[in-house]
């Protein structure tokens, strides 16, 4: 790749590389080329104090029109097969968040492009009640936020989230819920009806109950106080919550493990789940500069443990080992997530949400049936 120096990336499609711990409120410390781009960039320093100069970096979101909303895998690791994503990128701007890559494939940094040039696509409810209306559609139920936040701070103006709940709650159709964000209560009207019905459940994920390692690894998501009190409303108003514990860095925040569950189940959580830190793509470089600056006495160490877990590799894509890793550490990170939980009573029950009460209502302009 061609290398090219701070001020003709300015002029390259108006994208500058950034200071690395320059952008207050951003997880990423640079906006790195993406793998398919034919320019690299790289900081260095000019001779005209150009690294000096503070840049601002707001958010902008673009809305996106989409042809279809519901996403299916076949993944042996994931709970579900079915998911939609409201948002394209998320302004949480975690450093370690394995969405990034994606923005790669629109010719945009996974770095703070990710976190700053944002995609809402507008029409997906219009969308998703089209596909729920098919007469050949049959209900499952759909993960919300298995790739980008539902609540985003984007989400209090765009509302697409909402939008969407409306639909399952229309249509009776199950739901599940993954996020960061204390905003979810905004919501709790809607979600208190699909729970009524059996139709809802909401994980929050819970990185670390640490306020200020939060604020440096995920600076625009909910503090853990929020995510807790989050949960606590939640389960007090017959919602069935769980909480994740994603990811599980090592020698970050995995001596949190016990605390983080205690905290999670004395809120109302019933199940518990956790990921262990997944770097894939453009994550490694990203991830690796947050520790260069936030903890660079730490950073090896990290980076080791990491390949402790991957046969040596600091990633390892391999299905039913990418989640949790092998060896000796990983094994005792699951063991004591393992006993935790039975000590604390999570995971005895699980909830399976009900698609016995989908319904098809009649849509506008629709013709009633002669029989």
């Known amino acids: 790749m061609e290398a090219i120096d701070l ?103 996974p770095g703070l492009d990710f976190e700053a040039k944002l995609f809402a696509k507008t029409n997906a409810a219009d969308v998703l009640r089209r596909q729920f209306s098919r007469k050949g559609y049959k209900p499952s139920t759909i993960a919300l936020g298995t790739n980008c936040d539902p609540y985003q701070p984007i989400e209090r103006q765009y509302r697409i989230t909402r939008q969407i709940l409306e639909v399952m709650n229309e249509f009776s159709h199950p739901v599940a819920i993954v996020t960061k964000s204390a905003s979810i209560l905004r919501d709790l009207d809607i979600l208190k009806k699909l729970a009524a019905r059996n139709l809802v459940k909401v994980a929050i994920s819970i990185t670390t109950l640490d306020r200020q390692l939060s604020r440096s690894l995920e600076p625009r998501a909910s503090t853990p106080a929020k995510r807790l009190h989050a949960l606590e409303e939640l389960a007090n108003a017959g919602v069935p919550t769980a909480a994740m514990l994603a990811p599980i860095i090592p020698a970050i925040n995995d001596h949190e493990i ?87 009573g999570l995971n005895v029950k699980t909830s399976k949400l009900s698609i016995e009460s989908f319904n098809r209502p009649r849509q506008a302009g629709e013709q009633l049936s002669l029989l």
């Open 258 to 344: 016990e605390k983080i569950l205690g905290a999670v189940s004395a809120a109302g959580a019933i199940e518990a789940g956790y990921i262990m830190l997944r770097l894939p793509l453009e994550v490694l470089p990203i991830f690796t500069e947050w520790l260069e600056t936030e903890m660079p006495d730490r950073k090896e160490h990290v980076l080791s443990l990491i390949r402790s877990i991957h046969n040596g590799k600091l990633y390892d894509a391999s299905w039913r080992q990418r989640h949790t890793g092998i060896g000796p550490y990983a094994w005792s990170v699951g063991r004591r997530f393992e006993l935790a939980c039975k000590r604390l």
């Open 7 to 109: 001020k003709q990336q300015q002029a390259h499609r108006g994208v500058i590389a950034f200071l690395p711990g320059q952008i207050r409120g951003r997880g990423a410390r640079s906006n790195l080329s993406g793998r398919f781009e034919t320019l690299q960039r790289h900081i260095f320093d000019d001779g005209w104090k150009t690294l000096e100069e503070k840049s601002r970096l707001d958010t902008r979101v673009t809305p996106e029109v989409a042809k279809t909303i519901i996403t299916s895998n076949k993944s042996p690791d994931l709970g579900f097969d079915k998911s939609i994503n409201a948002y394209r990128g998320c302004e949480h701007g975690c450093a370690y968040c394995f969405a990034r890559p994606g923005h790669a494939n629109m010719g945009l940094s």
